[in-house]
């Protein structure tokens, strides 16, 4: 089976902080995609950043970067710089080889303390 | 990134009648679209998957018969909520995948649906 596991239902950060949200992931495919969406509280999800499974180098997208250890199967987000506009609901997710298969992690509510 | 539109944001009707919304990629062709329902404070439900030309693949538990879905064009999926109860109140959200290797998943703003 696979699946995503998020363990941190809620995080607080002071403004200005860096923060790590924590994804692992479980897959048995040779080749996968990783991604981490937020949604604020309008609803809308927002893609921030992808990881290809055999990419060489953390993915890096302005503030956010990914800590991609494969061995571990983590792909932690961070924040750098936190912002109020930051704080929202952030969702770890994870195509399949075919890329039809997609699994979302239960998400992290951040939230950035002025 | 690319734009997915959804449309209505909101939409409230009476139990009994039926509800259509829309989801249009409008900067790239898309293949596959996914409907996803949101309970709150709850993680993306996928409801089915919707290809372009054939009939839309439900997820166990969704009846079809319920949430029709059309993909009669590589831009343009919709879901109609037939006969809706207030059961059905959510938060309905679709995504287009883009086929480029990357298959990222661009999300609509979502519909929040509620019945009386």
């Known amino acids: 089976a696979q699946k995503i596991t998020q363990t941190q239902p809620g995080m607080f950060v002071q403004e200005k902080e860096a923060v790590t949200l924590d994804c692992t992931y479980d897959?048995?495919?040779?080749?996968?995609?990783l991604f981490w969406y937020k949604q604020p509280s309008s609803g809308e999800m927002i893609f921030l950043i992808y990881q290809g499974s055999y990419d060489q180098q953390n993915a890096t997208e302005g503030r956010y970067s990914l800590n991609f250890q494969k061995a571990r199967k983590s792909a932690n987000l961070v924040i750098s710089a936190s912002q109020l506009g930051d704080s929202a609901m952030y969702f770890c997710?994870?195509?399949?080889?075919?890329?039809?298969?997609?699994?979302f992690g239960t998400g992290t509510s951040l939230t950035v303390i002025p | 990134g690319a734009v997915v539109s959804q449309h209505p944001s909101r939409v409230i009707c009476k139990s009994g009648t039926s509800v259509k919304i829309e989801c249009r990629s409008l900067?790239?062709?898309?293949?596959?679209m996914f409907w996803y329902r949101q309970f709150p404070k709850k993680s993306l439900m996928l409801m089915a998957t919707s290809n372009e030309g054939s009939k839309a693949t439900y997820e166990q538990g969704v009846e079809k018969d319920k949430f029709l879905i059309n993909h009669a064009s590589l831009t343009l999926s919709t879901l109609t909520v037939t006969s809706a109860h207030p059961e059905d109140s959510s938060f309905y959200i679709c995504?287009?995948?883009?086929?480029?290797?990357?298959?990222?998943?661009?999300f609509g703003a979502g519909t929040r649906l509620s019945v009386l």
């Open positions: 995504s287009a995948r883009r086929r480029d290797g990357k298959n990222i998943q661009y």
């Open positions: 897959t048995s495919d040779p080749s996968y995609g």
């Open positions: 997710a994870m195509r399949d080889l075919t890329g039809n298969q997609f699994y």
């Open positions: 900067d790239f062709q898309a293949t596959t």
